[in-house]
């Protein structure tokens, strides 16, 4: 949990290094400002207590005053401007004050002494005109209660920072623990993820990640975790079952190609036969060739590599040349095709694609339409975008069908079985076609009613 090298670890020791330097930085400024409160206050007493006896001598040059002065813990020396001693109090008889360095002339100065016999000493010396001279009273006073107050708070210091410091140790980490949880999680949670990837590749590998806090930072990397991972297990399976699907949709022409070759091979056959096997082995092979080409253009469609080779036509003119090459087909299955192309739509696309595009709405229309019914094609230009309506009287759709119509092999129902088959590639197509030309393909069905298809492009979009 205490690993070195682990954020928590290292989180809390940089809050317990900017809290101790922090705190070590203010104690010391705090410390040095009342240590100079501690002197000056002291010096300030002093003072006090020297001013009346200097008055006092001022006043009378012949006063013998300090001599008399017997004060505990007050030591007074009278010198001359040399520094030699002309009166001491009697506290100082048997052991002088040890004053040495240069005497001051006319303001007072402090210093401290450390003396052998009356341990620390803070002493004043007051210059002051006597008789016509210079003459410097000197006070001493021990420092030892300002010596003791200050070596209090020192070991309230010395205390109160390592404390501080575990304390602050201690919250530091159960928070730092308790905002990290959610990356622990999610770490926990994609091993796991890994793990049912390479376990059960069949079953979906992604289990929502629980949002502990949706507004804060961590609570938005799991919500956009959850996302991402979604969509990749949704891309997964997705690829995986387009493999499976595109290998089933391929083994079934293939087996019938093998099938018909085995079964002409067995044994002499007559020429008849020979046609009849061939004219399905053909079928097959369009079949094959026509799945083929759906998954190409898929595949490009999905890399974004569809070349469109764009260039100025009149729409009408496409759709009418596809509903031509169903005419047969359409007749075939006593179904009209009905045209509302009267007026000229010029465009800028890529012709084969849409006619292709175009040519899939009306196979599926007159795939999935009884006999004798109609189609109509319509082609209209609204608010800026083109739109091309396919609208049959066929089996329709049912709702819990229409929301995969579009996904690649998803087949709802299938035709008669005479029909152009696109293997359920074709909706897909449409709609990588149509996207290629930034546009978007619709569909509203009711089941036994029929269907209507709408592409959308856009108007001036090239
Ligand atoms: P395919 O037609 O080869 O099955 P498509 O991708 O063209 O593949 O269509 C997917 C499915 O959508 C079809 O299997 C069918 O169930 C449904 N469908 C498409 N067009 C129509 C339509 N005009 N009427 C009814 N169902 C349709």
């Given at each position: 949990?205490?690993?070195?090298?682990s954020?928590?670890?290292?989180?809390?020791?940089?809050?317990?290094l900017?809290?101790?330097v922090?705190?070590?930085g203010?104690?010391?400024?705090?410390?040095?400002?009342?240590?100079?409160?501690?002197?000056?206050?002291?010096?300030r007493?002093?003072l006090?207590?020297?001013?009346?006896?200097?008055a006092?001598l001022?006043?009378?040059?012949?006063?013998?005053d300090?001599n008399?002065?017997?004060?505990?813990?007050?030591?007074?020396?009278l010198?001359?401007?040399?520094?030699?001693?002309?009166?001491q109090?009697r506290?100082l008889?048997?052991?002088?004050?040890?004053?040495?360095?240069?005497l001051?002339?006319?303001?007072?100065?402090?210093?401290?002494?450390?003396?052998?016999?009356?341990?620390?000493?803070?002493l004043?010396?007051a210059?002051?005109?006597?008789?016509g001279?210079?003459?410097?009273?000197?006070?001493a006073v021990p420092?030892?209660a300002?010596?003791?107050?200050?070596?209090?708070?020192?070991?309230?210091?010395?205390?109160?920072?390592?404390?501080s410091?575990?304390?602050m140790?201690v919250?530091?980490?159960?928070?730092?623990?308790r905002?990290?949880?959610?990356?622990?999680?999610?770490?926990?949670?994609?091993?796991q993820?890994?793990?049912?990837?390479?376990?059960?590749?069949?079953?979906?590998?992604?289990?929502p990640?629980?949002v502990?806090?949706?507004?804060?930072e961590?609570?938005?990397l799991?919500?956009?975790?959850n996302?991402?991972?979604?969509?990749?297990?949704?891309a997964?399976?997705?690829?995986r079952?387009?493999?499976?699907?595109s290998?089933?949709?391929?083994r079934?022409?293939?087996s019938?190609?093998?099938?018909?070759?085995?079964l002409?091979?067995?044994?002499?056959?007559q020429p008849?036969?020979?046609?009849?096997a061939?004219?399905t082995?053909?079928?097959?092979?369009?079949?094959?060739?026509?799945i083929?080409?759906?998954?190409?253009?898929?595949?490009?469609?999905?890399?974004g590599?569809?070349r469109?080779?764009?260039?100025?036509?009149?729409?009408?003119?496409?759709?009418?040349?596809?509903?031509a090459?169903?005419?047969s087909?359409?007749e075939?299955?006593?179904?009209?095709?009905?045209?509302q192309l009267d007026?000229?739509?010029?465009?800028?696309?890529?012709e084969?694609f849409?006619?292709?595009?175009?040519?899939?709405?009306?196979?599926?229309?007159?795939k999935?339409?009884?006999?004798?019914?109609?189609?109509?094609?319509s082609?209209?230009?609204?608010?800026?975008?083109?739109?091309?309506?396919f609208r049959?009287?066929?089996?329709?759709?049912?709702?819990?069908?229409?929301?995969?119509?579009?996904?690649?092999?998803y087949r709802?129902?299938?035709g008669?079985?005479?029909?152009?088959?696109s293997?359920g590639?074709?909706?897909?197509?449409a709609?990588?076609?149509?996207r290629?030309?930034?546009?978007?393909?619709?569909?509203?069905?009711?089941?036994?009613?029929?269907?209507?298809?709408?592409?959308?492009l856009?108007?001036?979009?090239?």
């Open positions: 949990m205490f690993h070195p090298s954020l928590r670890t290292r989180m809390m020791l940089l809050f317990c900017v809290v101790g922090l705190l070590a203010s104690d010391l400024i705090f410390y040095a400002i009342l240590v100079r409160e501690v002197h000056s206050q002291l010096d007493q002093i006090e207590t020297a001013n009346p006896v200097v006092d001022a006043s009378d040059p012949t006063e013998q300090v008399q002065l017997d004060l505990p813990g007050n030591y007074f020396e010198l001359d401007a040399s520094g030699r001693v002309l009166q109090s506290n008889r048997s052991h002088p004050l040890a004053i040495a360095g240069p001051p002339r006319r303001q007072p100065r402090f210093r401290t002494l450390q003396d052998s016999r009356y341990g620390r000493l803070r004043a010396l210059p002051f005109e006597r008789g001279e210079l003459q410097i009273l000197a006070l420092t030892r300002a010596d003791q107050s200050l070596a209090r708070f020192r070991s309230v210091i010395f205390w109160v920072l390592p404390l410091l575990l304390v140790a919250i530091s980490s159960a928070y730092v623990g905002s990290l949880k959610p990356i622990t999680e999610l770490t926990e949670h994609a091993a993820m890994t793990e049912r990837i390479a376990q059960s590749p069949a079953e979906s590998f992604w289990k990640l629980a502990h806090a949706p507004g804060d961590l609570g938005r799991a919500e956009t975790f996302q991402l991972f979604s969509q990749v297990d949704a997964i399976r997705q690829l079952q387009f493999v499976t699907d290998s089933h949709e391929l079934t022409p293939l019938v190609l093998q099938g018909e070759a085995e002409m091979l067995s044994r002499p056959r008849e036969e020979y046609q009849e061939l004219r082995i053909d079928e097959e092979l369009k079949k094959l060739h026509r083929l080409e759906g998954l190409f253009t898929l595949s490009m469609a999905d890399a590599q569809l469109l080779d764009l260039k100025p036509l009149y729409l009408n003119e496409v759709l009418e040349e596809a509903c090459v169903m005419r087909r359409a075939a299955k006593q179904i009209a095709i009905e045209r007026k000229d739509m010029n465009y800028r696309g890529d084969a849409l006619r292709q595009l175009f040519l899939i709405f009306l196979d599926n229309a007159v999935y339409s009884p006999p004798q019914t109609r189609v109509r094609v082609l209209e230009k609204n608010n800026g975008s083109i739109r091309v309506t049959d009287q066929g089996i329709g759709i049912s709702p819990e069908h229409l929301p995969h119509i579009f996904e690649r092999f709802a129902a299938r008669n079985g005479n029909e152009a088959q293997g590639l074709g909706l897909a197509i709609q990588a076609i149509a290629a030309h930034g546009g978007s393909v619709e569909c509203a069905s009711e089941p036994g009613q029929g269907s209507s298809f709408t592409v959308i856009p108007g001036c979009a090239y």
